[in-house]
């Protein structure tokens, strides 16, 4: 006796597709990419892990059916994903971010007692530009100069925002000369004239 034909179809490759779209740092030192994985083909049952290497020796994240890997600082990673008995792993996954916000302020204090002449310049870089400041008691009203004249004396904060949102605070003090104070004697003339 001869059975009906008996065809084994071989199983399908793995295919992982990475979406990188939100993989994205705004501001220098947060943890928030997000990295989001796809497999198709294989036996099912996808588990996929987060790695640090190629060799998928250092565990970032443990195997587990979730997909997407979120709050990631900069580095570079691979996706893995086991179905069954098949395995596949992405190619490198590469996340920057920008260099941090650095703020260097020069300040001129008042003239002379009284007046109303400090100022404050600011010079930015990192972050990404473009940029904007607000001083106190202002803090919520932000300007594209990085000039702030007409100060008088006393304590400022002075916050410098990125196109990002990432943002820096400053706080400084405008001092002013002590008061011009003169002291004079007199003495009686003596001839007259």
């Known amino acids: 006796t001869i059975s009906n034909e008996i065809v084994i179809n071989p199983v399908e490759d793995i295919v992982l597709t990475i979406d990188e779209s ?13 990295i989001e994985a796809t497999a198709t083909g294989g036996l099912g049952n996808y588990q996929y ?29 691979f996706v893995s994903v086991q179905s069954e008995d098949c395995q596949t792993t992405s190619t490198a996954i ?12 020069t300040i001129t204090d ?13 010079d930015v870089s990192g972050g990404t530009a473009n940029y904007q400041y607000a001083i106190s ?3 919520n009203q932000f300007d ?16 410098v925002q990125d196109s990002e949102g990432c943002f820096e605070l400053i706080e400084f003090e405008i001092t002013e000369p002590t008061t011009l ?3 004079y004697t007199s003495t009686p ?3 007259a004239g």
Do not use: K, W
């Not at 640090?52 to 587990?64: A, E, F, K, M, Q």
């Not at 594209?144 to 916050?159: P, W």
């Open 144 to 159: 594209d100069s990085n000039i702030f004249t007409g100060l008088s004396a006393g304590m400022y904060d002075v916050i």
């Open 49 to 77: 892990g987060l790695f640090g290497d190629l060799g998928l020796t250092n565990v970032i994240r443990p195997y587990s059916s979730s997909d997407t890997f979120a709050d990631l600082p900069q580095g570079t990673y």
């Open 181 to 183: 104070e003169m002291e």
């Open 110 to 122: 008042i003239s002379c007692n009284g007046a109303e002449d400090g100022s404050i310049v600011l």
């Open 94 to 105: 590469v996340i920057d971010e920008p260099t941090p916000l650095v703020v260097h302020p």
């Open 137 to 139: 008691p202002n803090l």
């Open 22 to 34: 939100a993989a994205i740092i705004n501001c220098n030192g947060q943890s928030t990419a997000l």
């Open 189 to 191: 003339e003596i001839c």
